[in-house]
């Protein structure tokens, strides 16, 4: 998978990724963890939790950036949540231990009180940020205008991480590029219309 | 020598002891001088050997192991010191030094997986994951003797045997015999539960509870409560291969 902001992924997912054998494989294919049964328990024992939640916090980010998933429904079928090679699934309570460290690393975010939906930060916002700017950059866009569903989803932005990235993602990644200066936000007469002026 | 009665065929017969047990001392003392001389021979025997194949005995496994042997039928201990002649000679003192280190490495990595005891072939297929680049091979043998070293350092490895298995324990806890009985009942299917364990060995419920659940305290165990049948099982990394396989994404 080539994308502009290739070099981006690569520095700005080690936290504490030290997936290296298994980073290029982008057929996804599965860790071992992941057919041992004992994985979709949440253990009692701390140290054998702390290395379970270890695991599972990286496969669930890398299959996030793989499949560009931004969000993650508790309740809902995620197909990392079972595996029915060997019949587990997580319960509930494992699932939000898992999305809950993510979250207290950063790289996540609850949408509800009730944790039932978390959006997943592949990308932190600023480097999303980055990875638009450079996108300008490289497409020549510095002073153009362009609506945030071109952006988006326009010819340019295909091959990039930008390609089909999850609208409120991109939207606060823009507000926060406006922030400094970089562009400007308009709204036109329907969201579809909102527009962005850059300055880069 | 003719027995006369009285003292006088007494202090012969006393001199006639003595000259005997002198003649004995020198026999004995001969027949050493003889072992020390063959032995010594032989030794620098080896020594020439070790020179003349110091490349197959570095790169192959079974050589290796086999020139072992060889020393220690003699009494000679190549690893004995990291300096002096053998370690010169061969760098070998090196080697196992190295693959000592590896191995507390590998140890530490997956104690959380699996709490202090790994299984040695796993083991072994660890290294030499990570030793591909290198020139040695490495076999499980090899592993041992290093393991061996790193015992005399007192750092609390051990190779013991649960059922046909052999396992290297790197924590200091020693596993009792209860569970030493769970871990071989486990090596079948990976698991246990308790009811099996009451079965098989013909424990009490409350026996069988309790040493489960300390070896899951002690991080030799996992939970599985996924079953549909609703039963826990206790799975058991180190009878598995799963430190390799979870160890070697965070190695």
Known sequence: MQTLGGEHNNNNNNNNNNNNNNNNNNNNKLPHFFNYPPYFTLQPVRETREKQIQLWKELILDYCRVQKVFRIGLEEDFPLFSNPAIERSLNYEAREAFLSAIVLDGRAEWMDKNHRQCLILWHLIKDWADIILHFVKENGLEDSVMTVEEIRTGIESRGTDIHGMDRGVLMRALKLLENKGKLAIFKGTSTDDEGVKFSV | MRRRPGIGGLQTAAAARDQYRLLGENVAKLRTDLMKEQLSTFRSQLEDFARKHKNDIRKNPAFRSQFHEMCAKVGVDPLASNKGFWAELLGIGDFYYELGVQIVDICLATRPINGGLINLEELCKMLSQRRRGAREAVS???????????????????????????????????????????LELAQAQGFVTVEEVERRLSWSTGRATDALETLLDEGLAMIDDGHRDGKRR???????????FVASETL
Do not use: M, Q
């Not at chain 2, 206790?234 to 390799?244: D, G, K, Q």
């Open chain 2, 140 to 182: 499980e043998d090899d592993c041992l003797r290093a393991i061996s070293k790193l015992k005399v350092l007192g750092s609390g490895f051990e190779v013991i045997t649960v059922g046909k298995r052999k396992l290297v324990r790197s924590v200091p806890t020693e596993l009792k015999k209860d569970h030493n009985e769970i």
């Open chain 2, 234 to 244: 206790y799975w058991f990394p180190c009878v598995s291969s799963v430190s390799s």
